[in-house]
């Protein structure tokens, strides 16, 4: 069985190589890694990433799923994920699940390039699932530098702080979303907090791991 994953960050590939080696040893990971793709959405807007993107995903689905982990693209990944119905974006298990902890979600984002395609998925995952959710974004800008320059602890903190700040302003929500892939490394920062921490990567590698052996089961039919 084989998983291909589309990464705008290496960090993202020892991540989700141990999650899925956690669970199945046996499944071969072939990870991609395009830091051009974000940094070109980010500069130019989505649009001008679209055809690459689309070309290096149709071409991962010669493995058995795909996993695109950038929030960033994940519009791109769900409009292709209609005729490729083995491709999944990281964050759409994160939200389905974050429907079921109440309508109060802070989600946390730390570019501002996630902040439509975040909340147009968490609205698009209520109504799918007929629950009300109203979205309380907190936009960690200022972790992202500490990112790019390696410095997870940093990051994490930053991270952290900003969550509480929102908290101490707007009240306790129902659970708390770090919505981009990278910001799990928050989590152990904020569990003092008894609130519900939720992040994309093992939600996402469950998921992925399931399509997958769905379809290696179909073919082996």
Known sequence: MKIAFLHTAQV???TFE?????????VECDHRVAPDLLARAQANGLESVTEDTTELLIELTQADAV???CSTLGPLTDSLAKQYPDIIRVDRPLMETATAYGSNVMVAICLESTR???LSLLADC??????????NLVLCDAAWPFFERGDTRGFANQIATS?????????????????????RTATDDLTDLDIPILSSPALAAQRVLQIATS???ALNQ
């Open 67 to 69: 996993l695109c982990t």
């Open 18 to 26: 141990s999650l899925i080696k956690a669970e199945n040893p046996n």
């Open 163 to 183: 969550i509480r700040a929102a908290i101490n302003q707007s009240g306790r929500p129902d659970c708390i979303v770090l919505a981009q892939a990278s910001m």
């Open 126 to 135: 209520a109504e799918q699932a007929a629950k009300p959710v109203i979205p």
């Open 215 to 217: 379809t290696a089961e």
């Open 12 to 14: 993202h590939v020892d």
């Open 116 to 118: 439509a395609a975040t």
